[in-house]
């Protein structure tokens, strides 16, 4: 039988679909598998600047299994002292002080932005230390001893910062304007009596200053959003 343009035109049309189909057939009986996405690494530099303002304890969560907890609700206690003190980082001999805080009514920025008067002359210890882990490529908190202004540190413990929480802005104006806030998240593992094991995850957020009067040395304002 002779063939006709038409007739080859149906053909390959028909081939087409025929492989189509064939491919679809295969991709659905041997999946591939996703590409697991690229871990993220973490800048020194930016880890460092980022870490150089005062921090606020905005969260602290405690994770056994499916279920959470807010432990700065759990335990009413730790929720006055996240709004009494801001944590800073002293690289130089690694220590992590604390400056003393007292909530301010925001009157000068708009959504959720919470506002203190911090008090800028002198810090205290809280039992911390600070590194940078070579090995892990990320910031390390430690606690060494034991507070009575920061008890709910769990002395012994490490926290890694995790590299995928770590968000920072270099200024308030750019912090204000993001839409990702600048945060960090601190994870460690724990062995709870009744529990069994658990993890906590501490949430840092930066404290901007946006004011402060002239010649000022013992007080300031400042936000964090």
């Known amino acids: 039988m002779k063939t006709t343009p038409v007739m080859k ?3 390959s049309i028909a081939c087409l679909v025929f492989l189509a189909a064939w491919q679809i057939s ?4 041997d999946p591939q598998p996703e590409p697991k ?3 993220v690494k973490l800048n020194k530099d930016s880890v460092m600047f980022a870490s150089y303002f005062p921090q606020y304890v905005a969260e602290a969560y405690r994770f056994n299994g499916k279920d959470s907890v807010d432990i ?5 206690l730790f929720n006055t002292y996240r709004n009494s003190v801001s944590l800073q980082f002293f690289f130089t001999n690694g220590y992590i002080n604390f400056w003393s805080l007292s909530p301010l009514a925001n009157t000068e920025f708009p959504g959720t932005a919470l506002t203190f008067n911090m008090q800028i002359r002198t810090n205290q210890p809280t039992g911390l230390r600070v590194a940078w882990d070579e090995e892990k490529e990320t910031l390390v908190v430690e606690s060494v001893s034991t507070s009575s202004y920061l008890p ?15 968000k920072y802005c270099r200024t308030r104006q750019d912090a204000q304007a993001s839409k990702v806030k600048p945060k960090m998240v601190f994870v460690y593992d724990d062995e709870d009596p009744k529990l069994g094991k658990v993890t906590y995850k501490i949430t840092l957020k930066p404290l901007y200053e946006y ?6 040395q013992t007080y300031a304002k400042f936000v964090v959003f």
Do not use: H
């Open 9 to 11: 035109r149906f053909w």
């Open 26 to 29: 295969c991709s659905k009986d």
């Open 72 to 76: 700065m609700n759990e335990v009413p």
């Open 152 to 166: 709910m540190i769990i002395p012994g413990k490490k926290a890694y910062l995790d590299p995928a929480t770590f």
């Open 211 to 216: 004011y402060r009067e002239e010649y000022q």
């Open 37 to 39: 996405p690229e871990p």
